[in-house]
T-cell receptor, first 114, second 111 residues
Framework: EAGVAQSPRYKIIEKRQSVAFWCNPI?????LYWYQQILGQGPKLLIQ????????DSQLPKDRFSAERLKGVDSTLKIQPAKLEDSAVYLC????????????FGSGTRLTVV | QKEVEQDPGPLSVPEGAIVSLNCTYS??????FMWYRQYSRKGPELLMY????GNKEDGRFTAQVDKSSKYISLFIRDSQPSDSATYLC???????????FGEGTQLTVNP
């Protein structure tokens, strides 16, 4: 079974630029999550999708972050404009439903904002 | 106050040692308790989870939960160099959807 695919693996941008990350979940997984992991900290949930609908985006900084999962499969997370404090690893995870069974993380995209 | 606080480490032990990793949480509404292992430049992978007070064992790993004191622990027996990673505790109010993580403890097991 293929895992959660994320791209790019690394990205360096200047502050105020925009950036987008892509995630392809495990086939058949209805639930998709985006987490932000700042260096030395645990992951923090940004947004949760169930199929193509948003379940929880309470911790997403909506003035600069946006995410979509249009066809209920892959997803993109965008930051516009980026700030220095957005430097982090952005992790995508997926699960068949809302439980822990099969809840799988990708390897993440490491963003550096300079 | 953070919802989950984890002993920060880093922790360095010799091979074969018993390792104890600890977290506390603040909200009694948390009912599910997880331990994740994260290797460098990889995503977290689930090691163990439980939803009740007491111990749960899986091979060399034992997870312990004390809901009365809001304290969770992970013990690793006979630690191996391959156990070197960052260990993250996580909690949830329901069954594993909106995970709240601790800050992680970096463990190094020296041969």
């Amino acid at each position: 079974e293929a895992g959660v695919a994320q791209s790019p693996r690394y990205k360096i941008i200047e502050k105020r630029q925009s950036v987008a990350f892509w995630c392809n979940p495990i086939s058949g997984h209805a639930t998709l999550y985006w987490y932000q992991q700042i260096l030395g900290q645990g992951p923090k949930l940004l947004i949760q999708f169930q199929n193509n609908g948003v379940v929880d985006d309470s911790q997403l900084p909506k003035d600069r972050f946006s995410a979509e999962r249009l066809k209920g499969v892959d997803s993109t997370l965008k930051i516009q404009p980026a700030k220095l404090e957005d430097s982090a690893v952005y992790l995508c995870a997926s699960s068949p439903g809302t439980g822990l069974s099969g809840y799988t993380f990708g390897s993440g995209t490491r963003l550096t904002v300079v | 106050q953070k919802e989950v606080e984890q002993d920060p480490g880093p922790l360095s032990v010799p091979e074969g040692a018993i390792v104890s990793l600890n977290c506390t949480y603040s909200n009694s509404a948390f009912q599910y308790f997880m331990w994740y292992r994260q290797y460098s430049r990889k995503g977290p992978e689930l090691l163990m989870y439980t939803y009740s007070s007491g111990n749960k064992e899986d091979g060399r790993f034992t997870a312990q939960v004390d809901k009365s004191s809001k304290y969770i622990s992970l013990f690793i027996r006979d630690s191996q160099p391959s156990d070197s990673a960052t260990y993250l505790c996580a909690v949830d109010k329901t069954s594993g959807s909106r995970l709240t993580f601790g800050e992680g403890t970096q463990l190094t097991v020296n041969p």
